[in-house]
């Protein structure tokens, strides 16, 4: 599926994966932990701390529970308007996010929840190096990890077909490194849809630092 289709599909199906994802359980929790790290990092001072969340789509697990000033981002015009019901307060975007339209070193964080999933899994260096670009120096990233190498349209997915691509659990880790991020951490939780998933925590390492991994 090309990046049209991909839109189409999401624009489809994004009321029925609001139906039926649970807006609570472990994953949300990482939201919480993200925030505790942000409230203690120096860079953010007084202020509340700008979190991007790319893949927001209907808003309710990720984007409703960082703080008030964040950014959701969407390539689905239908999932950013179930969005604005449920995060009025929120800005939301239109946009892809192997070209994110923002300024560099403006965000403190990202979230990506079951986002790069969709797209290519050749352009996936290219998302991870915009969220490096759009990250201030130190700015933490957490997103969710693939289990395997895949690419596939899954038929009949929510009700209609969707387009799912991964390089696979080690090659994204590399990837990540290679775009600039740290001290990535993962761990595994209970994801939307009811199964376990790995994700990954990161930040965004100043000149001179290594990527390290762990466990």
């Known amino acids: 599926m090309d990046r049209n289709a991909v839109r189409r ?8 994966y609001a139906a039926r994802r649970d807006p609570d359980g472990s994953d949300a929790a990482l ?5 505790d790290a942000l409230a203690t990092d120096p860079a953010t001072g ?5 979190v991007l969340d790319v893949g927001c789509g209907d808003g309710a697990r990720t984007l409703a529970n960082l703080p008030p000033s964040s950014v959701g981002l969407d390539v689905s015009r239908r999932g950013l308007e179930l969005a604005a019901e449920t995060v009025p307060d929120a800005r939301l975007v239109h946009g892809e996010m192997s070209a994110l339209p923002f300024a560099a070193d403006r965000f403190d964080a990202i979230t990506a929840y079951h986002a790069v999933f969709h797209v290519e899994r050749e352009r996936h260096p290219d998302v991870y190096d ?17 289990s395997g190498r895949f690419e596939t349209v899954r038929r009949g997915w929510m009700g209609g077909e969707m387009f799912f691509s991964a390089p696979g659990r080690e090659r994204t880790l590399d990837q990540l490194r290679a775009a ?13 849809l009811g199964s376990s998933t790995e994700f990954a925590f990161a930040r965004l390492a100043g000149e001179g630092e290594e990527g390290r991994t762990r466990p």
């Open 9 to 16: 599909a999401w624009d489809a199906v994004a009321e029925t």
């Open 31 to 35: 939201i919480d932990d993200l925030c």
């Open 46 to 50: 007084d202020r509340d701390p700008l």
């Open 130 to 146: 915009e969220f490096a670009r759009v990250l201030r120096p130190g700015g933490r990233l957490l997103l969710t990890l693939p």
């Open 180 to 192: 600039g991020f740290a001290d990535v951490e993962t761990r595994t939780a209970t994801d939307p």
